[in-house]
């Protein structure tokens, strides 16, 4: 092999590589950055070399001129690029503005060198004077420069043009002189080549938000002019599109914390830059124009949001405002939304800055001052909680549980007004809002992709005693509310009170009497709380079982099916059906034995016999069965096998169209092939004078146990066989537990 040649480098400087990951910059390592390239090839590398070890490369970007828009340099030491192949961001930020401008310069050379058109020059273009005769002219220019990737040099030079003063005023300024001429002379030809004049012009910035062109089209005194451009669109012709009077007469900001005139003009102008992004030129920007106002945006915007946070004496003043009962609601309401425009601006800060944030403003104050908005008579108030309360919790959903654990003793109002709410909301979607943000708040652990948190993260683990706040009574010292049931039991309201299940009108509590008299809304709620309780059964499923037991909720919704004649949306039947689904997937022996011994599948199997095949319904029931014999279900669902073959056969054998009923029966006759060879010993291999000696240890032991449940033959087959010199010393230690229990037993009947 020939010696590898040398390699020339022309610059190097210290700088720290960063990637792009879910929308967050994770740094790799630091080193000296160098654009090398060989005499006599045209190939190229932008290298970074690790500052710890020289002979090893951070990075090795492959150069190639047809890519020279992937390059982008930002805020004088940020230099942003991409690789073609794996679609990879990357970032390099540099210490000092002088070695960034020295390796961005050589880099665009050497782009220029690796181009295989590279042989293509041309001398800088002049601007043609400002005129409205040569408009078109202008406009050829360039199309001409951006259609021709050769052209990078002279679309530099050209760019500077435009923005360099003359008597004061720039070329843009002219432009926009041309404009106010064409408007005052209804000259519509001109208007709409300025509209392609000024549409060129951000595509010509390419994706740079530092460029001194793009800081000129936003600066404050030419971006509304410049909008006024657009109003005149060639694509809608005969038509105007009023943007200025919506951002003058229609649009307005409200000024709730007495801000500076300085920085309400900031934020006022952050305005008309999103107006213009998302509104004006939505449909008309290319990927990296569009990338560049938005780093416009976050870079401002960023700003704006600490000049605010940093005065103490303008946040005091809004929560102290938010949290006065006697302020006007309307006053409230707007600071209301000033915080939700603060939270939702915070999601472009680094992460721990967000944190930091959100830590600061819940000190202050801010999950209190939400109270009287949740159940609020305005919507958009609502809406406005929902949102931020859902911001807190996928940031970091332990700072709400913290904070409800600290209002134990009050009552844990939080926790309270989102369960009343949730099943009190008429508005479907803050109703889907309560339900995520509730979730996510009460789930403990991840139970799907969705779940993930900003950055790939799992949901953190949830702090000791938060659980119990769902479960147990309130304490004792809280006299307002210590009748009151566990706040869980809120999630059973929209079950224990709909129409068709309580029909006792003395049991209504006052409050849900009007809610019964509209039957949408009932099953609307109905709806709402299903998926709520599923996500308690999956997350907590214990504690949530034995509650739902108690309240007699399932068998509450199997009366719901069973309702006969009464019309019951397929939607709701199809929640009922996934809730059941949800208790049996969670292979709890209690939960089972109750599905069992009440015979809740009544009516889903009468369901099935009469649904039309190919259905939603149809395929709901199957899919709950299929669950039920597959592997994945394993030993979780063998009480329910053993229950439904006998009862149901008929009804299993009739689904021809599929093999999900045979493959249940299949299932419940290898289970009792297996339990009959356990009691004749052949699953053991033994004879029949080995199986003589072994008997079943926990019938014998546990008989006559009164907190032990009465165990069928099928149950029986539950347990394992063990030895008789086994036998002896399990029956020892059961028989002092049955002592202890018969002496409890007698301690009970006594008090």
């Given amino acids: 092999m020939a010696p590898e040649e040398e390699v020339k480098v022309e610059v190097s400087t210290r700088c720290k590589l960063y990637r792009l990951q879910n929308n967050e910059w994770v740094p790799i390592g630091v080193g000296q950055a160098a654009v090398e390239f060989r005499e006599d090839s045209l190939g190229g590398r932008l290298i970074l070399v690790d500052e710890s070890d020289p002979r090893t490369l951070l990075i090795g970007q492959q150069l190639d001129g047809a890519y020279t ?14 690789n073609p192949s794996s679609q990879e961001e990357f970032g390099l930020s540099f210490e000092t503005e002088d070695g960034c401008r020295e390796v961005w310069e050589r880099l665009m050379m050497a782009l220029a060198a690796t181009n295989p058109q590279r042989e293509f020059e041309c001398d800088d273009l002049d601007l043609p004077a400002a005129e409205t005769a040569n408009l078109v002219e202008l406009l050829n220019t360039l199309d001409a420069i951006l259609c021709d990737p050769r052209m990078v040099k002279v679309r530099e030079g050209f760019m500077a043009q435009l923005v360099q003063e003359t008597d004061g005023k720039t070329y843009i300024d002219e432009l926009l002189g041309l404009f106010d001429k064409a408007e005052a002379e209804e000259d519509i030809e001109s208007l709409y080549v300025i509209w392609k004049i000024f549409r060129s012009l951000f595509h010509l910035n390419g994706g740079n938000p530092g460029s001194d062109l793009m800081r000129e089209l936003l600066s404050v005194r030419l971006l509304p002019r410049v909008i006024a451009c657009f109003e005149y669109s060639p694509l809608r012709p005969g038509k105007r599109t009023e943007h200025r009077k919506f951002l003058s ?145 996928k940031e970091d959903v332990n700072v ?22 949730l099943v009190t909301e008429r508005n479907e979607g803050i109703q889907a ?85 509209d039957l949408a809304l009932s099953h609307a709620l109905l709806y709402a709380v299903l998926p709520m309780i599923s996500c308690c059964v999956a997350g907590h499923t214990a504690r949530m079982n034995n ?87 394993g030993n979780k669902c063998k009480k329910i096998i053993k229950h439904i073959v006998p009862r149901y056969r008929e009804v299993l054998e009739s689904l021809s169209y599929c093999e999900t009923g045979m493959s249940v029966i299949q ?22 004078e080995q199986t003589s000696g072994m008997k079943r240890a926990l019938p014998t032991a546990m008989a006559g146990n009164p907190y032990v449940p009465k165990l069928s033959e099928d149950d029986n087959d539950d347990y394992f066989l063990v030895r008789s010199d086994d036998v002896e010393m399990g029956e020892q230690v059961h028989e002092e537990q049955h002592e202890n229990a018969r002496k409890r037993q007698k301690s009970e009947e006594a008090d």
């Fill in 667 to 688: 299932m419940h006759d290898k289970l009792n092939e297996k339990a009959q060879q356990l009691r004749s010993g052949a699953a053991a291999g033994t004879t029949a």
């Fill in 433 to 517: 809002q309560w339900q995520d943000i509730l979730k996510l708040v009460m789930r403990t652990h991840l139970q799907s992709a969705s779940d993930m948190l900003p950055g790939g993260q799992s949901p953190p683990d949830m702090p000791p005693g938060f659980i119990n706040l769902l479960y147990e009574p309130l304490p004792p010292d809280v006299p307002a509310t210590s009748k009151q049931p566990p706040l869980i039991k809120h999630l059973f309201q929209p079950v224990l009170y709909h129409p068709y299940i309580c029909t006792d009108e003395s049991q209504v509590p006052p409050a849900w009497k009007p809610v019964r008299a």
């Fill in 249 to 393: 007469e229609t649009s307005s900001f409200a000024n709730p914390l007495d801000l500076s005139p300085l920085l309400v003009e900031q934020i006022r102008h952050l305005y008309n830059v999103q107006y213009l992004k998302e509104t004006v030129l939505a449909s008309l920007l290319d990927d990296g124009a569009a990338k560049a106002l938005e780093e416009y945006l976050i870079v401002n915007r960023n700003e704006v949001l600490s000049k605010i946070i940093s005065d103490d004496n303008h946040v005091n003043a809004m929560f102290e405002t938010l949290l006065d009962v006697t302020a006007k609601l309307e006053d409230r309401e707007a600071l209301l939304l000033f915080v939700q425009d603060v939270i939702i601006s915070s999601a472009t800060l680094a992460r721990t800055q967000r944190t930091v944030l959100i830590e600061y403003l819940v000190r202050k104050g801010l999950l209190k001052g939400l109270y009287p908005f949740i159940s609020a008579p305005s919507a958009k108030a609502r809406s406005a909680v929902a949102d931020i309360l859902w911001k807190l919790a």
């Fill in 69 to 82: 828009s992937n390059y982008h340099r930002q805020q004088d030491t940020l230099i942003l690029f991409s």
């Fill in 547 to 633: 509650t739902l037991l108690d309240g007699g909720v399932p068998m509450k919704l199997m009366q719901l099916l069973a309702a006969g004649a009464r019309p019951i949306p397929t939607h709701l039947v199809l929640a009922v059906i996934s809730f059941l689904k949800s208790l049996i997937a969670t292979g709890d022996e209690m939960m089972a034995r109750h599905i069992v011994t009440s015979n809740l599948l009544d009516p889903i199997f009468d369901m099935l016999k009469k649904s039309k095949r190919y259905t939603l319904l149809n395929s709901s029931i199957l899919s709950l069965l299929d669950y039920v014999w597959r592997e994945q279900g």
């Fill in 400 to 421: 709400i549980r913290f904070w409800c654990i600290g209002e134990q003793k009050e009552g844990c109002p939080l926790l309270r007004l989102l369960l009343n709410q």
